[in-house]
């Protein structure tokens, strides 16, 4: 079984709340519960904020996984159009063109993100 597998199993098991970006893991930090990003393909991870780092082996056995949650940016982004369309119906103004704005700018971040990698 790949490494991947333990990892999203680990944090299944300990219901620590995650989200998978193939191949990038985020999940919240076990030291200061700020972003933490792992690659699932040889679990080592490191925080974005505290020098923490190590491998799911050193998640394992830490005692107290956090119950904290990272921004879940994809959910973050349904939850906004699922709001805007409900203002949009109340109010009987198109919002669409107000969506289309913020994907592009979305997808302006998105892009200026993968040029910096
Ligand atoms: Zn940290």
Redesign the pocket.
Known sequence: MSLEYFALSYFKEKKIRYYYEKPIITFP?P??S?E?KMISTTTIWH?G??P?KGNLQTLITRPDPTEDTVYHPLKERKAIRQHVQRLSKKYGEDLSPLLERIDQLIEYHQNKEKTQV
């Open positions: 930090c030291y200061c700020s933490a925080c904020e505290c923490e």
